[in-house]
């Protein structure tokens, strides 16, 4: 991979994840500027902070944006600022032609607003690779999250992922690497042939609710109503749910509240547990694709 | 599930994978009808001997033949007979419309005979599922295979593995689970991060014969001619390369001979190593669709 | 295993763990007193609630005491008593010849009480079967604390284990387990060898310090001051202790801190992320013990 | 480590695995000479071939005899003659006092000469690690035989180990990761703990028979004889039986094959799939031991 000598990034808001990204670009001797940053106390050596209003757009070869994009108004969230950060429509007209805009998903108004400049969107975790890397610290979080939860170890407890999708196959092969017994809930004959071969223990949807009544723990990965209350009422009194479903989640959570069932939502986990390496997965895409263009 | 009670099968030919399909289908209460068979011993108990001549297949509901199906001229294969065994137009043409035709494979003469009079041919191993559970034999035949014909031990040894589709990923896991270094050739970033995710080492196409330098053992799952002479000749002396891609390979095995390169090809695995397994992965597909049939 | 019917067991004090010995102990039809147990709002059926001075012990034939067992002036520990709470020489006198008592581990006034009126004396944590069973909640506590204090995965990310005996084998194979990469300090050939064929990386002792080098996280299992100011000044800047060793710990904290290593001792873990297993442990020696001397 | 330079090793007689040593000797720039390899072909460059006859030895740092000594007449096996070698009290008493003889194990005759002339003998394969190093080779041919022999996959199938010693260890663990589901006749409370944490089954000898009734493959590892008629009449009629113990092995093997059931003994497994490898862990131990000396 040569060197992004001389490439002009532009990184407007962000957290944690983004001081990696940066630190990315700096290492390939990229010119990086920041946007949203004036709280940031140690700026990287060779970073310069900017204001958007003062026009380093007009240069940029690259945008960055923070994994959340922007808000449908254009707002951009930064953990370095307590001022207000808008990618205005004004703003995006300044940019070369060439440029590319990062950011981890968009909402409606960036996809919008980069059409009708026609310039180049990446969703970086619309990509299948990114989200397979991604799915590791998420189950690194989940594993976090179930050895706080319970008052029983992982090693030996019931464990159900709902989905043996990208998070899923990841999340059931770290379970049953801590010595967990762990079924999953799979659609396909494909994925209950993959689960065999792994060595976890396939069922289909409708033998949930059965299986429930065993479950320790009921981690879910599918962004459907599938922990339905049905499935809810047969857990043991002392199972715990985590559903990494993004939002709202496949859980019926007022009723587990209502049974007493512990629920937890958990999502971003990647940003949460392990931001350097977050920061890692976005960064390597970017310097991959900024590099291409070379 | 429930029983195949009633259900009337005739199993033409095969080896000693069908005598698992034998029992699986008996142990359900089918009716067994096996052609071919005039030399086994020991008939299954609730199994007839029969001759196609003599009428079976007018009353069939299924017909079952060996995992390589027919031959272009209608000829089957029978380890239990020697005498030659036809599946001829006459005798598919005297086939209930509601019969099901199971075959490993086909090749053109059953799907032909087969579209022309309507009937159901289910091609068992062109099933994702079914290869992804064939995968788990091919690789243990594979590491008995390495561990044979090498005079190290699989732990510590660098194997490589190209592909990484349904006997590449129950191959690597299983080699690096055995303790092995394990490198994987694919082609795609998302192939990438699951090797990845799985502890494996990634690499693509363009670096295989640089990686080729340091293998002790070749792992070929890609059915193209990947394991060309730049490969070959970049082997240390040693190193052996097991290829189980289908005929013809993807191993150029004329230059690794003269190169003394010990080069096997590999086919087949699931019915030498572990027949009985291989007879159920295929009995299970066969009870399971005679049962939704019901 | 015959029931406990008719066993006397008088529990005095303890924590959650001890819930779940209790629940063990009345499964088996023992009678269950508990002393040091006022403010437990649901007592378990069957379980009654008494006080030391109204003469419980005599009848006892087990007295089980919390994991720490007694202080040196007799005092109890309870969570579930803000009263407090003692083993005095008068109540140990006044138990029967053949009365056990059980504690995870005795301090000098314990043992000499017990010696001084000849009454077995059962130190559960002492027992090497014990150890390994709790090093499996240790291992799972060290992995929370881990991903919980640091910014990238443990996936890839580089953990050196201090020792090789009952925690360190649990920990060494459950890091890996998760993708880590993982060195570990022994001091032995054979503990070198078997590290070999876990699949981890031994060293011995000498070459720490340069191992520290690259060190992510630093897990300690060994009772002995290893991680020496050498150690700590060679390890990177982000680096993790986790100092699983007993009290003090085998690393100079102070050093840590002046130096900005976060360096976090860790113990009693088992009875902290897995409080029911931890009692389900101790649960199984007692109960086999008492159905032993029926 | 610093060079063998100038060290003198006269190696006599032996198979494959000396091979290995010789090569590791004079990559250590050792003077090496070989006596009992007047069939070789190839001598390895640095090496000469020499007669005991003539004296090599008055001059020797090191004898290295073969894996199995000598016979109790002081005969020494060569696979490279088909001379008779001795290693006669006459020669011994030639050597220097500083020398020192290697051999894997020694029978009473090497044992009493050494003991006559003060020399110190070493015997490789007591040596505790060595004996782990050589367990990995070890469970991998125990695992080609158990695919070879029988017609399921190991994946899935019911596998029990005698014994969780040093190959016991890494053989129960070798057969869990290619997916078996592995029990294990332990001894001791620890190592029942151990096996627990392992995420293997154990139990105790006592459940032995009734164990056995489900069984797949039974390996053995210890040198009692524990595989008995009871526990051979309880073995399904498919089972197999691989004993890896010392001769005599742990099995009634006459029984076995009164009763059909398939028992094959499996000694020396190292020297047989892995001869380069298990030469290696020799030689280290040899290397290290001369430069230890130095």
Redesign the interface.
Known sequence: MSLLNGKKAVVIGGD?RQLEVIRMLLEQQAEVSLAGYDELAQVPEGAVKVQLEQGPLAQADAIILPVAGTGNDGSVESSFTSESLMLTEELVAALPKHAIIFTGIAKSYLREICERYTLALVEILA????A??N???TA??A??IA??H??????GSRCIVLGLGRVG??LA??LK???ADVAVCVH???A???A????LQPFYPPDLPQQAEQAGILFNTVPAPVITRDVISRLPRQALIIDLASHPGGTDFAYAKAQGIQALPALGLPGI?????AGRIIGNVIVEMLDALS
């Not at 065999?196 to 060595?199: N, V």
Request: proline residues 7%.
């Open positions: 944690l990509r299948e690779d990114v397979i890397y799915s590791i610290p690194e979080g594993v976090m050895i706080q319970t008052d029983v170890m992982l090693h196959t990841t092969r770290t690497a801590l010595g396909k004959p494909d209950y042939a993959r065999y071969e792994m060595g547990v392990a931001p350097r390496s």
